[in-house]
């Protein structure tokens, strides 16, 4: 019974109680079915205007851009924790992150250019170096300036910055696709929307046959139970009846792969039983309260042919786009009634078992426990 699920899944030994509250039932059907149940029904409580983030939700390393996208003569500008940052190449190549607010009168640097590796703010000529040293002042004496700079890494094609105060961690964690995949597209788009409610959606397969009838779940029948298996660890499992495996990677990335014949149709009970798959990457990095920069990357393992069909990327981007619009106005409208109050969770079931375990995830990060919930043993 989906009531016992729930409670189960709320009463999860990671749970921690001063985010779960037993709301009142406030419509007779739900009064009925808490009586059925014999159980408190609990929620965690995400509702109201989303509060600042906590300082120590920064400290990861988060994924901001795709190697791809940085040329040696390009500025990609970023919001990450609602602060404006700039991403560019230094003389050496390497990329560096500053923020993108010139010391002298706050212009925003990515509208300037790049300068043998320094960006030069448009406005007066201030050239700054990637570690955020000014080291051109046309015009005028030079003065000791710094501007803050972000740690800032390369690896495997994508750009990494560590936006929180503690020193950032040794290694950076791996996202390609595993061995066999072919990456196909990388797409980022920029959404008004929290990012956590972005990981929600996205950590949810149950919606599909309701919400992608136009795309990839056209023609779905709706299962008469979806659940989430967690077999591994806590935050990565697979979908029954679907054939798709799905992980939640601390901070704020959703892998996951699925079995298909053709893409858009899915086949067979689980991935090892499928002979060909997609596999994707979406990072939802919080830029600011109400918006999201979400990274995609989605690779195949068959038809490496694709690669090389003209224009291509242009379908790939179409098709991640009507997908995306599908939850999207969804999500907008799930925002908006919890600015103004509602709670986003306050009703969980089975399926709803991973985007639960992310929120329970965030809230202890947030409250600084020191060993986090479903984290694998080392
Ligand atoms: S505002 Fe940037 S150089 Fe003057
Ligand atoms: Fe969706």
Redesign the pocket.
Known sequence: METLVNDRLLQDSNTRESNVSTPTPSTSTEFIDTVKSRQPRRSINVSGPVQPYHARLKNFWYPVAFSADLKDDTMVPIDCFEEPWVIFRGKDGKPGCVQNT?A????PLHLGSINEGRIQ?P????EYSTDGKCKKMPSTRLLNVKIRALPCFEQEGMIWIWPGDDPPAANLPSLLPPSGFQIHAEIVMELPVEHGLLLDNLLDLAHAPFTHTSTFAKGWSVPSLVKFLTPASGLQGYWDPYPIDMEFRPPCMVLSTIGISKPGKLEGQNTRECSTHLHQLHVCLPSSRQKTRLLYRMSLDFAPVLKHVPFIQYLWRHFAEKVLNEDLRLVLGQQERMLNGANVWNWPVSYDKLGVRYRLWRDAVEQGSKRLPFEKSA
């Open positions: 010139c002298h009168r706050a212009c703010c406005y007066h000529g201030w």
